[in-house]
């Protein structure tokens, strides 16, 4: 296992190839580009050629994109992969509400996100990013950002990648390795693609952390009363009522009552260090292929097909034990029956070990009739999880052991260790469904084309989840769902049409969506916004939306378990609680229904320039959506009183982690995107006999957001939980403002990118001042830089190789908690809140 002083020097010279490459100022990827460095120029065959069954360009939309990257910005971002390009603009693709985008594929639908992440970036020649009231024109309700990526006519390319990381601190180092082929011609894609990695596991000896003073567990061992009180003639000697002392370091003083006095209320404390980890091994495997073509001069169609396989291994500690001491026991100097709290070390560690594997498989058919363009897609998607979880030893040989006179406070024999209590579970969920979209133009009124789509689709989920064990469960669920819906948009002015073009460009959309889910009945989506661009360079976008939804069958379906002496941060007292901890997903979820009013501001102040402010402010109202809560407060406790259960004394016994429907939440948010992308400087007319004069790329974005109230209510009829204002259902407060920042350069084979996240500070009110938390403000930085090795040596083998240097969280940011005094509660140590800290990664990168 890594020590920590083992990864400085590497972190050093990471940092230092980063300041040299920062001096020469730019970023570039012509060393990974399949046609030599020049400025992109318009395809001639893109403006003549046209594919029956849909143009290979822009989404022909009513509403301007939010953004427009071409191949210099994409180049610019460093990035080799199409989600380290997600990534890297997150900004400007995430929607309003924090929901993944919409994929198009030269403005198509496609069957999945396998179909577009298995492409390499410099497969694509443009990226367009449009407002969610798009969404409605492709089947989809006008929630989530729509990114359409436009591939190059020609392109071939063959990737061999490898990567290996280490944190700066020592342990959780990676190794990654990836082979591609990439091949598109006209309308033909095929792509290949094999993924294997690995991940250390992190223990808790490779971080700071401080064994837990509520925890009496430690390997010689506590004693504690059975009623309280350990013993009245120790109690005596001590001078008041002992509950908890440790047992003497001599093994020899252990049988004499006077040596417990010294440790008398005063537990020993057990460093749990290499027995747990804080993150666990991991190894996976992921395989990916898709092919595409045309199907004859009316049809084409796609097939996309990708399985992984990922397996976890991690250990959750030395078992701990409560034995019963009795006062008979020739070791006990005890008067009257005891208990002896000790973690058994001298059995292996408890283990846990989880295998998911997934598959998919994917196929779109579309073409035209009539005008109308048509496509149906189906889709198969499989999960398979299986875990171990060792939750304890059966202490029941060893308690006999010791009723009859063996040695408590010595390592038991192996024989009376053997039978481990282990849970054995199994969830599997499998999908298959099928959806068709006709959308076409049948109107053309003064302001332009009337888009009418139409889409119907129906799915078959099923769930399977057992556990054996002490506490055996099995569930079985199913659910059919058919849906329908239609979607309009409807120009009314139009500059371009010279219809009423002193009022600008006004649009108006609608869209209706119903379904009948198996256990949940009749649910409906209705939308309908307005968009106006008064001038060239703003647009303003107004959008209500009401929806419904089923919960994930993950949520209803999830195995059922218990962890007994699980530690968890008890908010009424602001200390640890040992409990049984409870999980497993919910069958009597209901549906959500959430109603969302938004108001967008897009500007772009320059014609020629790629800079765009985007702002849009949301007020959403959510019923009954699936929630879990992890944070035991009075106020939680009250409200939901059936998730926690404490004994006589007040003493936290068992809390219960599964998801809950909550009565309403409601929301308003502004959040504002700032992005822009382009060249640097000039272009010069070319020299006689020199090509074109290459000009550093940028790109860019920021993009914060202000919530002004987050207010939930977790049953009808109960008080509000302010989350902004120091209540919390999670454990952690909820900042009022945080966001995304990126940026990068590029030049001739050089590059600089950065990326981040800010949350401001927040806090968790209660009136107990140990648990009455204050989280500091937090800012995440990632910084990156390649170049290509051909410039550096020049040798064939050499062209197209690319070193790439990526510092994650390079100012080692954890979160910060301190309560009412001042200190920091043992289980929100930053340690374990944020154990991995900084990471340097070099990758290699060879382009065929």
């Known amino acids: ?104 594929l030269n403005a198509q639908r496609v069957s999945g996100y396998e179909e577009i992440n298995s492409l390499p970036p410099e497969a694509i020649e443009t990226i367009e990013v449009f407002p969610e009231a798009t969404a409605v024109k492709f089947g989809f309700p006008p929630t989530r950002r729509v990114v359409n990526f436009i591939t190059k006519r020609r392109f071939r390319q063959v990737e061999l990648r490898g990567s290996a990381g280490i944190t700066t601190r020592g342990g959780g180092a990676t190794e990654k390795a990836n082979m591609g082929l990439t091949r598109l011609r006209g309308d033909a894609r095929l792509t290949l693609a094999l993924e294997v990695r690995h991940t250390d596991p992190l223990s808790v000896s490779d971080r700071d952390i401080a064994p837990d003073p509520d925890v009496p567990f430690d390997a010689i061992g506590n004693v504690l009363g059975t009623n309280g009180e350990i013993d009245p003639a120790l109690s005596a000697a001590v001078g008041h009522v002992v509950r908890i002392a440790r047992v003497p370091d001599a093994a020899a003083s252990r049988t004499s009552l006077g040596a417990y006095v010294v440790g008398a209320d005063d537990p020993r404390l057990f460093d749990l260090g290499p027995y747990r980890s804080l993150t666990a091994r991991n190894d996976a495997i992921k395989a990916e292929a898709v092919l595409a073509n045309r199907i004859g001069k009316t049809l084409a169609g796609s097939l996309s097909l990708s399985a992984e396989r990922s397996r976890d291994r991690g250990l959750s500690g030395p078992s701990p034990a409560t034995l019963v001491v009795p006062a008979a026991n020739p070791y006990s100097p005890f008067g009257q029956p005891v208990l002896l709290d000790r973690y058994l070390i001298e059995a292996p560690p408890l283990r846990q070990d989880q295998t998911t594997t997934s598959l998919h498989a994917g196929f779109v058919l579309r073409g035209a009739i009539a005008g109308w363009r048509w496509d149906l897609t189906g889709t198969f998607d499989q999960q398979l999880v299986e875990g171990i979880n060792e939750r304890g030893i059966d202490l029941t040989a060893a308690n006999a052991a010791i009723a009859n006179g063996a040695n408590p406070f010595a390592p038991l024999d192996a024989s009376l260790l053997t039978n481990r209590l282990t849970d054995q579970a199994r969830q599997r969920t499998r999908t298959i469904g099928a959806k068709s979209v006709i959308t076409n133009t049948p109107v053309h009124l003064p302001g332009g084309k009337v888009a009418v789509t139409a889409t119907a689709e129906a799915d078959r989920a099923t769930a399977q989840s057992s556990t054996q064990g002490p506490n055996p469960f099995e569930l079985s669920l199913g659910r059919s769902r058919i849906e329908g819906g239609l979607a309009i948009d409807v120009p009314l002015t139009s500059r371009r049409e010279h219809a009423l073009a002193s009022l600008g460009d006004i649009s108006v959309n609608a869209s209706f969506r119903a379904r009948a889910v198996q256990g949940f009945g009749s649910l409906r989506d209705t939308t309908y916004g307005a968009a106006w661009s008064p001038i060239e360079g703003i647009q303003l976008l107004a959008t209500v939306k009401r929806s419904a939804a089923a919960p994930d069958m993950a949520a209803l379906a999830t195995p059922a378990y218990q962890t007994p002496n699980a530690a968890v ?90 998801p809950t429907n909550f009565a309403v939440e409601r929301q308003s948010t502004l959040n504002l995107v700032v992005n822009a992308n382009g060249r640097l400087g000039k272009p010069q007319p070319p020299r006689p006999g020199g090509g074109i004069q290459m000009l550093p790329s940028y790109y860019g ?13 977790l049953r009808p009829g109960t008080p509000e939980l302010d989350l902004l204002g120091g209540d919390t259902v999670t454990g952690g407060g909820s900042p009022r403002v945080s966001g995304y920042f990126y940026g990068g350069v590029n030049y001739l084979d050089l590059g600089a990118t950065f990326d981040g996240w800010y949350g401001g500070a927040n806090r968790v009110r209660s009136a107990d001042p140990a648990a009455n938390l204050h989280f500091a403000p937090i800012l995440l930085l990632n910084i990156g830089a390649y170049f290509s090795v051909h410039r550096l040596v020049h040798q064939n083998w050499a062209r197209k190789l690319r070193l790439q240097i990526d510092v994650k969280n390079v100012l080692d940011a954890q979160p910060s908690a301190h309560n009412g005094y001042g200190k920091i509660p043992n289980r929100l140590q930053p340690d374990y809140l944020e154990p991995i800290g900084r990471t340097a990664t070099l990758t290699l990168r060879k382009l065929f």
């Open 1 to 104: 296992m890594r020590k920590p002083n083992s990864c400085r020097m590497p972190a050093r010279g990471a940092l230092a190839c980063l300041s040299v490459i920062g001096l020469l100022g730019d970023a570039a990827a012509s060393a990974q580009r399949s046609e030599p460095p020049v400025l992109p120029q318009p395809d001639p065959r893109d403006a003549s050629e046209i594919v029956v069954t849909g143009d290979r360009a822009s989404a022909e939309t009513n509403v301007a994109p939010l953004s427009r990257l071409d191949t210099a910005a994409i180049a610019a971002t460093g990035a080799a992969t199409i989600p380290d390009l997600l990534r890297a603009i997150r900004g400007a693709v995430q929607s309003a509400d924090g929901s993944d985008p919409i994929m198009l």
């Open 569 to 658: 941060f008890d908010y009424s007292n602001g200390r640890t609680a040992l409990v049984t901890m409870l999980r497993g997903g919910n069958p009597d979820l209901a549906a959500e229904h959430r109603l969302a009013r938004s108001v967008t501001v897009t500007v772009k102040p320059f014609a020629k320039r790629e800079w765009r402010v985007t702002a849009t402010y949301e007020s959403t109202t959510i019923r009954d959506q699936t929630g879990t809560v992890y944070a035991i407060t009075p106020q939680t406790e009250a409200l939901l009183p059936d998730l926690f259960v404490r004994d006589s004394t007040g003493k936290l016994i068992s809390v219960a982690y599964r």
């Open 701 to 713: 974005g920021i993009g914060p957001t202000l919530k002004f109230s987050d207010r939930l209510q």
